[in-house]
């Protein structure tokens, strides 16, 4: 290999020296939310941030989706800069925000119906989704109908549809009770491993991050900087509930735990 | 005398004051041949013993349901109410006021059917209303629409209707006539001009609270601009615009009676401007009747078809 050509390839998802400010006005300050973010996602992987409120993680998020644009600094997913939201990253928050008057199984069709998938093939991919997150009984219902953690699935599975190359979910279970959140977290592994997508994940939950992911980025708040990036190396396969009670896990969360409380200014 | 609640602590009047205090000494497990032991909840103690919190009539609950008994007490009583109201003005001696009787009304009803012009009367406001109120509410969902999405459109439409919508409609009638002589359009142009501007404002405020996150979800499936206006932005008003539509009705039938109480040659205004030089007030109370029931109809039919099509909005 010593004259052979050695070419870098882009990770999965790239993101450099990302800068948020908010322009003050009178009486205001200028706010910088997020100063200098790099961080990459690899293919296939599942990695989480996590921070105190205030950190910036949201606003990281939709710049990373395009729902925003970054004061400085550049998101490239598969080499290609991001310049505006597309089905290719697709989002989960924490809101739900299902359709209300779409029924569960035309709130999974609707980014199928936007890249125009034909009617069969849209079927075939909803009923599939279906039945990967449990919701057979439900797939005629609207939203007011289903539980919260129900609508959670839906809204992953609506995300999932379009195949996209990036999932980015903010603190999609931030607004379940700690039984559903569990029973989700768990799901959401099965999800991961049986797709193979590759999914960025909010969270100040720190348990839920060290449960989940393969790499847990710990920011900072006021304005939001990479702290830590701790790596996590528990296999995919002993991501179980069980997990949460081991010795070499309560550790790991409890670092992380501190690398947070750091940060946390009242 | 001593009791035993039901938890099984045994309870005994308090010395200090007038309420109950668990018993110390006690067998806590005392059966019928220990202390005395009644049933708490059944006594006559408990009926007796202070309480706590302040009860609320069901009919002055704030915010709560009334049964389904009282609902359609109250509605009736509600009718009846106007109804006697008319009566007692009807009958009273003491009024100087003409009022007519039901049943004069009535008859004043029977002659303008027998005149034949009854519903032609109807027909023709109807008739200016649906074609007016349809132009301005195509006009108030576009344009609201777009204020309530676009900080541009918002930026360029509001200061203008703002200052449209202050001028009252009603001082537009000589203007109109003047300009459009006195047929159907000036009447059907004064509809739009009295309604389109609190439609607009209304529907675009009614597009301002679609959720964000809504919209956002959208992008992020791959939906441009447009589409989410069309699949976002327009279902998630509907309802709303519904209920715009419902609101400012009223506000169009103003000023088309206005209209044709100075020009026209049919509709119910008219009809009831020549009931009075003909001095004929049965007839002018029946077509003031008809103007509650055609409004009351309208009212119900648009909360039906804002149920019927937004049953994902229903409260």
Redesign the interface.
């Given at each position: 290999m010593s004259h052979g050509t050695v070419i870098l390839r882009p990770e999965k998802l790239e993101v450099h020296g990302i800068v948020k400010r908010f322009p003050g006005g009178r009486r205001r300050p200028e706010v910088t939310a997020v100063d200098g973010i790099d961080l990459t996602v690899r293919s296939g992987e599942l990695v989480c941030i996590v921070g105190a409120s205030g950190c910036g993680k949201s606003t990281l998020l939709n710049i990373i989706g395009g729902l925003e644009s970054p004061t400085e600094g550049l998101v490239a997913v598969d080499g290609e800069r991001v310049i505006g939201p597309g089905p290719d990253r697709g989002m989960i928050f924490q809101g739900y925000s299902l359709f209300p008057w779409k029924t569960v199984a035309q709130n999974i069709a609707f980014g199928l119906e936007e890249l125009g998938w034909p009617r069969e093939k849209r079927r075939e991919r909803v009923a599939e989704l279906v039945g990967v997150m449990g919701l057979e009984a439900w797939a005629d219902r609207i939203p007011k109908e289903l539980s919260g953690g129900m609508r959670q699935r839906v809204a992953i599975a609506r995300a999932l549809a379009p195949e996209p190359d990036v999932m980015l979910l903010d603190e999609p279970f931030g607004a379940l009770d700690a039984q559903t959140k569990r029973v989700m977290q768990d799901h959401l592994l099965e999800v991961w491993r049986t797709t193979g997508a590759t999914i960025l994940m909010v969270t100040h939950d720190v348990e839920e991050a060290v449960y989940l992911a393969s790499r847990v980025y710990v920011l900072t708040s006021h304005p939001g900087r990479v702290a830590a990036e701790v790596p996590v190396p528990f296999a995919p396969g002993d991501r179980v509930p069980a997990l949460k009670r081991d010795p070499a896990f309560l550790d790991l969360r409890d670092q992380v735990q501190d690398l947070l409380l750091d940060q946390v200014r009242l | 005398m001593r009791l035993r609640r039901r938890t099984g602590r045994v309870m005994d009047r308090d010395d200090r004051g007038g309420g109950w205090a668990p018993v110390a000494d006690a067998p806590q497990d005392a059966g019928p041949d220990g202390d005395h032991v009644i049933d708490w909840r059944n006594s006559l103690a408990a009926k007796r013993a202070p309480t706590r919190g302040t009860p609320q009539h069901e009919l002055l609950r704030i915010r709560e349901d009334i049964s389904t008994r009282w609902r359609a007490t109250l509605i009736a009583t509600g009718l009846v109410l106007l109804a006697g109201l008319w009566l007692f003005m009807a009958t009273g001696s003491s009024s100087d006021l003409l009022v007519p009787s039901p049943s004069e009304t009535w008859g004043g009803a029977m002659r303008l059917y027998d005149d034949g012009v009854l519903f032609g009367d109807i027909w023709a406001s109807v008739r200016r209303i649906l074609f007016g109120y349809a132009i301005s509410m195509a006009i108030a969902v576009v344009l609201g629409i777009l204020m309530g999405s676009f900080r541009s459109a918002d930026s360029l439409f509001e200061s203008p209707i703002a200052f449209m919508r202050y001028i009252p409609a009603t001082a537009l009638v000589p203007l109109m006539l003047f300009w459009l002589g006195i047929d159907e359009l000036p009447k059907i142009t004064l509809i739009v001009i009295g309604s389109v501007f609190f439609n607009i404002l209304m529907v675009a405020d009614v597009a301002r609270n679609v959720?964000k996150?809504?919209i956002?979800?959208?992008?992020?499936?791959?939906?441009g601009r447009l589409?989410v206006l069309r699949?976002?932005v327009l279902?998630?008003s509907?309802p709303g615009i519904i209920d715009v539509a419902r609101i400012n009705l009223a506000a169009a039938w103003a000023i088309l009676v206005v209209a044709e109480l100075l020009a026209a040659e049919e509709g119910l205004a008219f009809r009831i401007a020549r009931a009075q030089r003909f001095r004929q007030i049965d007839e002018m109370f029946a077509l003031l009747i008809i103007f509650g029931i055609i409004g009351i109809i309208t009212d119900l039919s648009l909360r039906w078809l804002r149920n019927r099509s937004?049953?994902?909005?229903r409260a």
């Open positions: - | 959720p996150e809504l956002n979800a959208a992008y992020t499936l791959g939906a589409k699949r976002v279902p998630h509907l937004a049953p994902w909005a």
